[in-house]
């Protein structure tokens, strides 16, 4: 069946430094979806990506998404003690009727 | 827009016992919701797919008969986990599919979340 690794597992960084999450699907995706996770939270959509090489921002937020829609990259800028908690990738394969696999998620830890 | 409700928040209850869980779509109607597991540090599992009038489909796996899902209507789909024991206590969260045509508009709104304790 879909895997969807995500890399690292967990980062901390200090508030200020860049951060990147990435992700990993073993067969060619529909979509991928990125979500966060605050601690004790559900997930909260962030954004779909659909389209080979697509490039979207939100903020200090950018999403990729591979020419071979295989992988996808999130990267926040200047991270933010708010921006504590587990991302989330998941992708949507054809053929699955808009089922979600999840990526094994990147917990990220931002401390002054 | 687009807010899935989940009750109860959190449930304990003894082994052998029986608990239902429901999700609602608040302001929209979804034909397709979704129910996930997710155990502590964990990703979310996709347990099965609720279609509103017809049957649920599980995940390979998951035993139907232990995770009866209805979906009776546009805005209700519930989860009721059977003979719950030990085990079953993890976080069980809900989706509502929201699709206006094409892969673009296919999206899920995520409930809060069920935390469910079996002593």
């Known amino acids: 069946g879909q895997q969807v690794m995500q890399i690292p597992q967990y980062q901390h960084v200090q508030e200020g430094e860049d951060f990147t999450t990435y992700c990993n699907s073993s067969?060619?995706?529909?979509?991928i979806q990125w979500y966060k996770q605050r601690p004790g939270g559900h997930p909260v959509f962030l954004i779909q990506l659909v389209k080979s090489g697509e490039v979207k921002k939100q903020k200090r937020l950018t999403f990729q998404f591979g020419e071979a829609k295989k992988n996808s990259s999130l990267h926040i800028t200047a991270t933010q003690t708010t921006d504590v908690g587990t991302y989330f990738c998941?992708?949507?394969?054809?053929?699955?009727?808009?089922?979600?696999?999840f990526g094994t998620g990147t917990r990220l830890q931002v401390t002054l | 827009g687009a807010v899935v409700s989940q009750h109860p928040s959190w449930v304990i209850c003894k082994s052998g016992t029986s608990v239902k869980i429901e999700c609602r779509s608040l302001d929209f109607q979804a034909t397709t919701m979704f129910w996930y597991r997710q155990f502590p540090k964990q990703s979310l599992m996709l347990m099965a797919t609720s279609n509103e009038g017809s049957k649920a489909t599980y995940e390979q796996g998951v035993e139907k008969d232990k995770f009866l899902i209805n979906h009776a209507s546009l805005t209700l789909s519930t989860l009721t986990v059977t003979s719950a024991h030990p085990e079953d206590s993890s976080f069980y969260i809900c989706?509502?599919?929201?699709?206006?045509?094409?892969?673009?508009?296919?999206?899920?709104?995520f409930g809060p979340g069920t935390r469910l304790t079996v002593l």
């Open positions: 998941a992708g949507s394969y054809t053929g699955t009727a808009s089922k979600l696999t």
């Open positions: 067969t060619t995706l529909s979509n």
């Open positions: 989706s509502a599919r929201v699709w206006s045509g094409g892969p673009s508009t296919d999206t899920q709104y």
